[in-house]
T-cell receptor, first 114, second 111 residues
Framework: DADVTQTPRNRITKTGKRIMLECSQT?????MYWYRQDPGLGLQLIYY???????NKGEISDGYSVSRQAQAKFSLSLESAIPNQTALYFC?????????????FGPGTRLTVL | GQNIDQPTEMTATEGAIVQINCTYQ??????LFWYQQHAGEAPTFLSY????GLEEKGRFSSFLSRSKGYSYLLLKELQMKDSASYLC????????????FGTGTRLLVSP
């Protein structure tokens, strides 16, 4: 079973619709992140959360909101989707127990806004 | 400011060796990650360098020079399955540990 899962994997929606992307993890990590990836651009950080009560904006948070419902769940919402939010969205997790602390990525959600 | 530079695309032949370079200019630098990403899939961790020098892990090695703001990923005995994008990411410590990603180098391995 995958340690970091994302639903849905693919979504096509229309401009103005509200969309929620969900992320769950079984790794027991405290830190969770949302990124978007566009062709020719690096992964860009949207929001990150260090624990349930700690949520922070990343580089490109405008037009997005998040909810950390539990340590294992971190949702990303697009309140009113627009076409330039068409992208591949990744959730990631990491922990603070020492060592390398690399980020583990979910399989991604491909979102198309028409 | 934050700037990560790596070549956009490279080609190589099966069985060969390829070196993918990455230069960075970041404040609060804390280490350098390399990730592999196949098309449409999630990035997967390859290596992490925090000290200067070479880290070897099987066919893959990664090098870091903090004074030069430079890293490379070395792939030996290339296989067709190594065709993927390779992402360089600098770990910054600016109150929290944040990864700043380069745009990735797309490697095409041909027979």
């Amino acid at each position: 079973d995958a340690d970091v899962t994302q639903t849905p994997r693919n979504r096509i929606t229309k401009t103005g619709k509200r969309i929620m992307l969900e992320c769950s993890q079984t790794k027991g990590h405290d830190r969770m992140y949302w990124y978007r990836q566009d062709p020719g651009l690096g992964l860009q950080l949207i929001y990150y959360s260090f624990d349930v009560k700690d949520i922070n904006k990343g580089e490109i948070s405008d037009g997005y909101s998040v909810s950390r419902q539990a340590q294992a769940k971190f949702s990303l919402s697009l309140e009113s989707a627009i076409p330039n939010q068409t992208a591949l969205y990744f959730c990631a997790t990491s922990d603070t127990s020492g060592g390398v602390n690399e980020q583990f990525f979910g399989p991604g959600t491909r979102l198309t806004v028409l | 400011g934050q700037n990560i530079d790596q070549p956009t695309e490279m080609t190589a032949t099966e069985g060969a060796i390829v070196q993918i370079n990455c230069t960075y200019q970041t404040s609060g630098f804390n280490g350098l990650f390399w990730y592999q990403q196949h098309a449409g899939e999630a990035p997967t961790f390859l290596s992490y360098n925090v000290l200067d020098g070479l880290e070897e892990k099987g066919r893959f090695s990664s090098f870091l020079s903090r004074s030069k703001g430079y890293s490379y990923l070395l792939l030996k005995e290339l296989q067709m399955k190594d065709s993927a994008s390779y992402l360089c990411a600098a770990l910054m410590n600016t109150g929290f540990q944040k990864l700043v990603f380069g745009t990735g180098t797309r490697l095409l391995v041909s027979p």
